[in-house]
């Protein structure tokens, strides 16, 4: 992909070379595919007969100051749409769960990366709603006692969703290997 210019917009790159589409992929994915023009919608398409477009669940990493690693939270939204954040945030010794709707995650400041980790429907959305505010934020009597970080607290909300077969099982063992917090590092 050296000879193309990859653009961003909303969670897809798309690969062009001297202005004509070549190649897409959703941001988070490893593959590219062939990029074929949009059709142009006929009037005799009812607007009913659209589906709706898919909730998908991911993984976003943060960029922070070094030394501290990569912010993780989890995002709910359509396809190049705003959507909620899930997160847990703070000093470590104590974090608190924050979730803020209608937020364009892909296009802040800090944007590291998004992982796609699983196609929602309105009950797996009611599931990871769950989990998230279930899962009990990190906190430790002082930093000394430290043993978690926001990157732990989303591996768990992930591992329950897990359990429930909403995220399928690979993401554990890939996800554990992208953890790159001090705090985490120090304790394997």
Same mark, same amino acid.
């Given at each position: 992909?050296?000879?193309?210019?990859?653009?961003?917009?909303?969670l897809r790159e798309y690969a062009s070379l001297r202005g004509k589409y070549y190649y897409w992929r959703?941001?988070?994915? %490893?593959?590219?595919?062939?990029?074929?023009?949009?059709?142009?919608? +006929?009037?005799?398409?009812?607007? #009913?007969?659209?589906?709706? =477009?898919?909730?998908?669940?991911?993984?976003?990493?943060?960029?922070?100051?070094?030394?501290?690693? %990569?912010?993780?939270?989890?995002?709910?939204?359509?396809?190049? %749409?705003?959507?909620?954040?899930?997160?847990?945030?703070?000093? !470590? +010794?104590?974090?608190?769960?924050? %979730?803020? =709707?209608?937020?364009?995650?892909?296009?802040?400041?800090?944007?590291?990366?998004?992982? !796609?980790? #699983?196609?929602?429907?309105?009950?797996?959305?009611?599931?990871?709603? !769950?989990?998230?505010?279930?899962?009990?934020?990190?906190?430790?009597?002082?930093?000394?006692?430290?043993?978690?970080? @926001?990157?732990?607290?989303?591996?768990?909300?992930? @591992?329950?969703?897990?359990?429930?077969?909403?995220?399928?099982?690979?993401? !554990?063992?890939?996800?554990?290997?992208?953890?790159?917090?001090?705090?985490?590092?120090?304790?394997?």
């Amino acid at each position: 992909m050296d000879q193309y210019t990859i653009t961003r917009a909303g969670l897809r790159e798309y690969a062009s070379l001297r202005g004509k589409y070549y190649y897409w992929r959703r941001i988070g994915t %490893h593959e590219w595919q062939s990029y074929t023009d949009p059709q142009p919608s +006929t009037q005799d398409t009812p607007e #009913a007969a659209v589906p709706p =477009e898919p909730l998908y669940l991911s993984l976003v990493r943060q960029r922070q100051p070094e030394p501290q690693g %990569h912010h993780w939270l989890l995002f709910i939204s359509r396809e190049g %749409h705003a959507g909620t954040v899930y997160q847990v945030k703070g000093d !470590h +010794t104590f974090m608190v769960y924050k %979730h803020k =709707e209608n937020i364009d995650i892909v296009n802040s400041a800090s944007f590291q990366d998004i992982f !796609h980790l #699983a196609q929602l429907d309105q009950s797996r959305t009611q599931r990871v709603q !769950h989990w998230v505010n279930q899962e009990p934020p990190p906190r430790a009597a002082s930093q000394a006692e430290v043993t978690e970080t @926001c990157q732990s607290w989303t591996l768990r909300v992930i @591992c329950r969703l897990i359990d429930e077969e909403i995220v399928q099982g690979e993401w !554990h063992e890939r996800l554990r290997q992208m953890i790159d917090s001090p705090i985490l590092l120090g304790r394997r």
